[in-house]
């Protein structure tokens, strides 16, 4: 890898020259501003200001949702936290919480742990056929759940899986492998081969070689591969709302959706104080990785 | 890189002592499979069989609760007529390739944003992902409160900034409905591609730019022959999954119009449940479902092909 | 899986008084001595209901079912879900013969999977007897090939609400009862800039229900009894035109709307004449910011169209029990139990009007009476038709309903995507389709 780039490097720098005489910029303050705060600022606005109207009618009575005469809808006159108190204390979203969170960590680790074993053998030990297999295994893709579902449903049912959160954690990773496999393949190619060959002239194995010599490297590419499937299985709501039936093994997304619509009245705070507080793990977790995800990435490329 | 160099050390194993332990664990192929045995049980066990069954569901008449004779391709005949069905498949790659094409440009705009020196950087980050975090159903709910007819906060907006006297009729035109639900899918999936791509970004070595700009190269040029090549491969990536998440996108639309008004957003996925679970008809949801398989497997072709031929192109035939 | 939830019961028990219930455990004993289903031996019954639109009524259903787990020892598992979500599930559990024993919710739910509903003939002539006859659109609703695959339990009635100031204004003393004094009062009320509006959307329940109205009305069917595609007719053109006045006068945004956007623009002053349940003026009466909306509005039957005879389509609540339960007795027991006078009569009443009763002995029941406003919705059950119209009621009537083939035929026309031809020939081609 690191050889293509002084390549590129180079036949960038050759075939530049010409076309650029003295297009020197600078990096002023004023500059800067236009270029990034300005752009940076108004995605940012736009990006974050569908959660905003969430925090905002979370904590709003209800009388001021739809009188925005009276009321600037930007903002809320006496907040009111009856929304998250009932939330929290008068329905059972703890636990909703929980069997969500116990879905979402065991399904990923399940799917890592396939997806590194398969990402390994695509890439390194390149068995007759890696080719054909990779390219088969993202036919996961190719029916989505919103039909999958009945067929699948008499699969779960065939092995008594019915109402249990095993039955999404092992359908989860159908959709989860294929992308950590895929993620995963490009970190694996990028860790050079030459140490994995100095191991196996030691006489390590391939396991030994995965488990103590790849596995470390491709830290970043884990993390980034059990965040996005993190949030997928977070955020999975047919197989879940199929395959699972009793109120107190259901996960937040269609707990809050069936417990907060009633008929043709949607209870507007407490479903958006669902998706807040049901949200907030993730958000501390991304922002605890974020940095660690990007910053841990380059430091396996550099090697 | 893997087909030269494993020559070598296996050469190095013959020498010593071979129990049938060891020739397993060098012969490529065992090896091969019996690292890929975790996930193909999974995926045999919960996927293959299912998409089998769903295939052959679309050349039956099964209706829910009852099993379905062979028929042939009649479910196919009749979505071949069919004006709703021929619009679903319009809308799809409709939505497909606008809302993609948005976000790959938004994303890479606002990866190559985030990596420039900025305070609070992580804390930027973190916000940036929000959208991705929020489960989509209650995300989709929001903004559907958004979208409202009567109580759109953009429309009381424009209307007391005086830019508009009536409420813009979010999801009650077509052409709205449509640009509507797509502006959502790319909100939602905007954060996911621009972190990638910023962690992509990060791996380019800042020498490169300053090698570059000494030679004089300009912004363009350095991002157009600096990262853009060394960008291609995690792209594509990115690229193929947006697009396949997109394409079989349900829960957005499901939950913002069910496929109106008159079916002018109705995807394939949401058409193929409305007639499948809705009015019990699975082979014909199941044939409208079974039908995205060469849309799909024509976006998973165009990125597997287009990843192989960049790597050729860079000169790594050897990898 | 609310299990005799405690803060449930509790909940309920403040508002109605301990009185009544213990009066329900001591009716409930005395019914399971004489019951005709003796409920199989430790049998579990786990009942997949759609949720409620009120409080009060889950709340009086719970004791109903606390009060049947007593007297019979069967254990019960309520659960609820949203009134869309009830149908995927309820169709996994047809199709994998695994899950709820009974499922209680839309009107063409049974008709899905009709092999696999538990037959309850017997129930249903039980309860027929002793209270009056069944109305016939439920019956209807719930038997296949002459069979009673169902219970109903109730109808959703859904009817005309509107201002009554805004009426008045609009040159209106009483409300119009034919389609063209309706016509009149809609284009008096946009003048007035006080706009009536019906749901034009995918909404299940209000668009469904208003524009069969309108088609019914006007003698336009999709199928004859025969099972003949008749949507291609004079008296479609007639309604479709009709209908695209009548739109032509509703507030903007109609086609995006959903079962509850009415509910929100009638309660903030922007509606003021809609079809719905009784949720609008409950919910007004409820909040006493909304006090004066409730006192300034009343309910209407549906209009009278050109064939002279009041159509409507209302919800039927059928309650099913699937073939694969264990416990066939116990289901059929719990079915007839709910719809005995001593439970059916308090809950009626706890339903605040949003359900009107499908036997005819609960014309009787005093909500009917209480409130002059809820009179509207005692006749539910008596004046509509089932999903099908005229046609037979089945597992294709179903389909149609929810394709939306009928809705979309509407809304494709008066929305100016398809001229009055192009509209009747997507609707008679999906009917062709679901009617091969």
């Known amino acids: ?303 | 890189m893997a087909h030269n160099a494993v020559g070598r050390p296996q050469a190095s194993f013959q020498r010593t002592e071979r129990s049938l332990m060891q020739r397993l664990s060098n012969d490529r192929n065992w090896l091969g499979a019996a690292f890929m045995l975790p996930a193909a049980v999974i995926l045999i066990m919960f996927l293959a069989y299912p998409l089998g069954k769903g295939v052959w569901l679309s050349f039956t008449d099964a209706k829910i609760g009852r099993d379905g004779v062979f028929i042939g391709l009649e479910n196919y005949e009749w979505l071949s007529d069919d004006k709703i069905f021929w619009l679903s498949v319009f809308n799809t790659l409709f939505y497909t390739v606008i809302a993609s094409v948005i976000k790959f440009l938004v994303g890479l705009y606002l990866a190559l944003l985030l990596n420039e020196k900025l305070p609070f950087k992580s804390l930027i980050r973190s916000i940036v992902l929000i959208p991705f975090v929020v489960p989509t159903v209650l995300s989709a709910i929001a903004f559907w409160w958004i979208y409202d007819s009567q109580f759109s906060i953009i429309s009381w907006s424009l209307k007391n900034m005086g830019l508009i006297t009536e409420n813009i009729d979010f999801l009650g035109s077509p052409d709205n409905a449509r640009l509507s639900l797509i502006f959502a899918n790319i909100w939602r999936g905007v954060p996911f591609i621009a972190i990638t791509l910023l962690a992509g970004l990060q791996t380019v070595s800042p020498s490169l730019y300053e090698a570059a700009t000494l030679d004089g190269a300009t912004r363009w040029q350095n991002f157009r022959f600096v990262t853009f090549p060394l960008l291609t491969p995690i792209i594509a990536v990115v690229m193929t999954f947006s697009v396949l998440f997109t394409f079989t996108d349900f829960q957005l639309v499901w939950a913002m119009t069910r496929g109106g008004p008159v079916n002018a957003t109705h995807l394939m996925a949401t058409l193929g449940y409305q007639r499948a679970i809705l009015a019990g008809n699975l082979g014909e949801g199941a044939a409208i479902s079974t039908a995205m398989i060469p849309f799909l497997l024509f976006a998973i072709m165009v990125s597997w092909f287009g990843l192989q031929r960049r790597k050729w192109q860079q000169g790594g035939s050897d990898e | 899986m609310t299990t005799l939830n405690r803060r449930n019961l509790l909940k309920g028990a403040g508002a109605v008084g301990a009185m009544s219930a213990t009066g329900l455990l001591d009716f409930a004993k005395a019914w399971a001595q004489t019951m005709k289903w003796k409920p199989e031996a430790n049998a579990t019954l786990n009942v997949l209901r759609w949720k409620r639109f009120v409080q009060a009524e889950d709340d009086q259903f719970m004791k109903i079912v606390a009060a049947f787990s007593q007297a019979t020892g069967v254990k019960m598992n309520i659960s609820n879900e949203s009134f869309d979500d009830m149908q995927p599930k309820a169709s996994v559990a047809a199709n994998t013969g695994q899950g709820p024993d009974i499922a209680w919710g839309l009107h063409s739910l049974p008709h899905l999977f009709p092999e696999k509903c538990l037959e309850v003939g017997d129930v249903a002539d039980y309860l027929g007897k002793k209270y009056g006859g069944w109305f016939p659109a439920p019956e209807a609703t719930c038997k296949a090939k002459g069979k009673w695959i169902a219970i109903p339990t109730a109808i959703n009635g859904g009817y005309i609400n509107y201002r009554i100031s805004s009426m008045k204004k609009a040159g209106f003393s009483t409300f119009p009862d034919k389609t063209d004094g309706f016509l009149e009062l809609c284009k008096a009320m946009k003048a007035n800039n006080t706009p009536a509006g019906f749901a034009l959307g995918h909404a299940t329940g209000d668009g469904n229900a208003w524009i069969h109205w309108l088609l019914w009305s006007h003698g336009s069917y999709l199928v004859d009894d025969k099972e003949k595609i008749i949507i291609n007719s004079p008296e479609t053109v007639k309604a479709l035109e009709y209908a695209k006045k009548l739109t032509d006068t509703f507030i903007p945004g109609c086609a995006s709307w959903n079962d509850s956007s009415n509910n929100k623009a009638f309660l903030a002053g922007d509606l003021h004449l809609t079809a719905n349940g009784i949720s609008i003026y409950v919910g007004a009466k409820a909040d006493k910011a909304l006090n004066p909306i409730a006192e300034d509005m009343d309910h209407a039957k549906f209009p009278v169209g050109p064939i002279g005879k009041p159509q409507e389509l209302q919800l039927t609540f059928p309650m099913l029990a699937f073939k694969y339960t264990k416990v066939p007795n116990a289901a059929k027991a719990f079915m007839a139990f709910v719809l005995e006078a001593e439970n059916y009569n308090p809950w009626l009443e706890a339903a605040g009007g949003y359900l009107t009763h499908p036997l005819m002995a609960y014309d009787a029941n005093p909500i009917w009476t209480k409130d002059p406003k809820n009179a509207v919705f005692k006749d539910a059950a008596r004046n509509t038709l089932p999903a099908s119209g005229i046609g037979p009621v089945n597992e294709k009537a179903a389909a149609a309903i929810a394709d939306f083939v009928m809705l979309d035929m509407v809304a494709n026309y008066c929305t100016g995507r398809e001229d009055i031809k192009g509209a009747i020939a997507i609707a008679e081609r999906q009917a062709k389709r679901i009617y091969r």
Request: one cysteine or more.
């Open chain 1, 1 to 303: 890898m690191s050889n293509h780039n002084h390549q590129d490097t180079a036949s960038v720098t050759t075939g530049v020259n010409d076309a650029s005489e003295g297009m020197s910029y600078l990096d002023g303050g004023i500059r800067k501003l236009i270029h990034v705060y300005l752009p940076l600022s108004i995605i940012m606005v736009v990006l974050i200001f569908p959660f905003y109207w969430m925090v905002l009618t979370s904590i709003k009575p209800d009388a001021q949702l739809i009188n925005m005469d009276k009321f600037n809808p930007f903002w809320v006159v006496e907040p009111t936290f009856k929304h998250i108190q009932k939330l929290l204390f008068e329905s059972e979203y703890p636990r909703w919480l929980w069997n969500t969170m116990y879905v979402s960590v065991v399904a990923t680790a399940l799917s890592l742990f396939a997806s590194v074993f398969a990402a390994y053998a695509l890439v390194r030990i390149r068995f007759k056929g890696a080719e054909l297999v990779g390219a088969m295994i993202f036919l996961a893709y190719l029916v989505p759940p919103s039909i999958l579902f009945i067929p699948l449903a008499t699969i779960i049912q065939a092995y008594g899986l019915f109402d249990s959160p095993m039955a999404l954690i092992l359908v989860y990773p159908t959709i989860l492998i294929p992308f950590s496999t895929w993620l995963l393949m490009g970190y694996f190619k990028t860790i050079p081969y030459e140490l994995e060959e100095c191991a196996l002239i030691d006489g390590a194995t391939r396991l030994q070689i995965l488990v103590k010599i790849i596995l470390p490297l491709a830290v970043p590419g884990l993390i980034s591969a059990s965040i996005f499937s993190l949030t997928l299985c977070w955020n999975e709501f047919i197989y879940a709302l199929t395959f699972l039936s009793s109120t107190q093994n259901k996960t937040v997304p269609v707990a809050i959706v069936s417990e907060f619509v009633d008929g043709d009245i949607y209870r507007w705070g407490s479903l958006m104080a669902g998706a807040l507080v049901g949200s907030l793990p993730l958000v501390i977790l991304y922002s605890f990785f974020v940095e660690h995800y990007v910053s841990a990435m380059t430091g396996a490329v550099k090697e």
